[in-house]
């Protein structure tokens, strides 16, 4: 008895030390207990969250650029790019569609909105343009055409991740076109740039706890969890409708390549609480990139399909905004028609896709679906002012597994992925390594392998 306590303190203190999980899961849990208790403190403490996403930030474009460069470079064939990116836009735009579609069954069903007759002009509209700035969404026309980059300097300035991948494949292939012969130290020095790039980012993972402390015990302070009670009815929907989608959508990927997604989950679960925690799948994105790669996909792939995903595939956000715009109507006494609800997939599809990077862009977004209505007040968007941040675990969630899973299905499609790997990665057999840390064979997480996995004939180090 007496060598049982000192044996698991020391396991307790090793996880702590050694796990990002575990460090940033006991964040996350102080987190709200400071914010629950000390509200104001909490709030002070929003810093350390903002500190950390924009350290990430300042990775993504020039990541991305070295990713889909090398990835053009190594694959040898223009051809399966644009492959690959025209399989990518037709997956997500499926995903999308079904998301939007669930969400609009589920909002007729359950009727979140439904008996609470709100009087639209007790509303305070203007705390919308407060929200989103006075902005509005880009036109399909405007978003294409800032997808267009006028400035190579610029793309990367303003972190604009499609203007950053129209310029490395440009990159990627001229260098096709040159040959390696005529420009031979290109190549490697893009590929030292991506391991310098990998290294800082290892650096700014080890702050995710403090990161996490800071964003959400910011959350609880500011906004309580008196939202909950007022709009119960409306967050147990949309989690629940997130729920399914993400079956069906593991569903999917099973049948098309054999993958579990939830065996993904616990392969990328320090990335997923991480995200959760600060409210921002953009914080994941580089070590979700390399846990992909080392997962059996290819690097033109990831390269490609990740990033897009982040502009193009937001299920999530489908998902809210669905049943958001049935909340509002039923909110105010507004059945709307089924002429009505398809307009609101048709408005939704396109102003869905020039959503990333926008501030308020939830609001922006329903903004434009209650206006091409033209039955719901424009004030009664006001009405998710105060259930709008407790959101955002949802979208975040379901918008970074919603990308993974493209990733994979798309990789499938274009042969590009390694299914042993895969399987073997996902179950186990062999460790994540962090790109930063190639000085071990393994990455040591919370399950370590035993001996025979790790000396046996089917183990890769």
Request: glycine share 10%; net charge neutral; with cysteine.
């Amino acid at each position: 008895m007496t060598q049982v306590s000192p044996s698991l303190a020391r396991r307790l203190a090793r996880s702590l030390r050694t796990s990002m999980f575990v460090q940033v899961f006991c964040a996350l849990v102080v987190a709200i207990i400071v914010g629950g208790v000390w509200p104001d403190a909490g709030s002070a403490v929003q810093p350390l969250g903002d500190g950390f996403i924009r350290l990430i930030k300042a990775m993504i474009a020039p990541l991305v650029f070295c990713v889909v460069v090398t990835g053009i470079a190594k694959a040898g064939d223009l051809k399966s790019f644009g492959r690959i990116g025209l399989k990518a836009l037709i997956w997500f735009e499926v995903a999308t569609t079904v998301a939007l579609v669930i969400g609009l069954v589920a909002g007729n069903l359950v009727r979140p909105g439904s008996g609470m007759n709100v009087d639209p002009a007790s509303l305070d509209a203007s705390a919308v343009d407060e929200k989103t700035g006075g902005g509005e969404l880009p036109s399909t026309s405007a978003f294409l055409l800032h997808s267009l980059p006028d400035s190579a300097v610029g793309a990367f300035a303003e972190n604009s991740l499609l203007q950053v991948l129209i310029l490395a494949c440009l990159v990627g292939a001229a260098l096709l076109h040159l040959g390696h012969t005529k420009v031979p130290a290109i190549l490697p020095a893009v590929d030292q740039v991506q391991e310098v790039i990998f290294a800082i980012v290892g650096f700014v993972m080890r702050l995710a706890p403090l990161a996490v402390f800071g964003a959400t015990a910011h959350l609880v302070g500011e906004y309580g969890l008196g939202a909950l009670s007022t709009y119960g009815k409306l967050i147990g929907v949309c989690y629940a409708v997130a729920l399914v989608f993400l079956l069906l959508l593991g569903a999917a990927l099973k049948m098309c390549t054999g993958v579990s997604l939830w065996k993904f989950v616990r392969y990328t679960r320090e990335e997923l609480v991480l995200a959760l925690g600060t409210g921002s799948s953009e914080t994941v994105m580089p070590r979700m990139m390399q846990k992909l790669r080392q997962a059996g996909c290819r690097d033109d792939s990831v390269g490609l399909v990740l990033p897009t995903g982040y502009s193009f595939n937001l299920d999530g956000a489908s998902i809210y905004l669905s049943i958001a715009t049935l909340f509002i109507a039923q909110a105010v006494g507004v059945d709307l028609t089924l002429g009505q609800q398809i307009t609101v997939v048709l408005v939704l599809m396109l102003s869905s896709k020039g959503m990333a990077g926008v501030p308020g862009s939830a609001f922006l977004a329903l903004s434009a679906t209650v206006s091409a209505l033209g039955v719901v007040p424009a004030g009664a968007v006001a009405l998710l002012l105060g259930v709008d941040r407790i959101m955002d675990t949802m979208r975040v969630a379901t918008n970074l597994l919603g990308n993974c899973v493209a990733v994979f299905a798309v990789s499938k499609w274009e042969g590009a992925l390694d299914h042993d790997r895969a399987r073997k990665v996902l179950d186990g057999e062999i460790a994540f390594v962090p790109e930063e840390d190639t000085s071990v064979p393994v990455a040591r997480g919370e399950a370590e392998l035993t001996a025979s996995a790790a000396t046996g004939p089917g183990a890769e180090r």
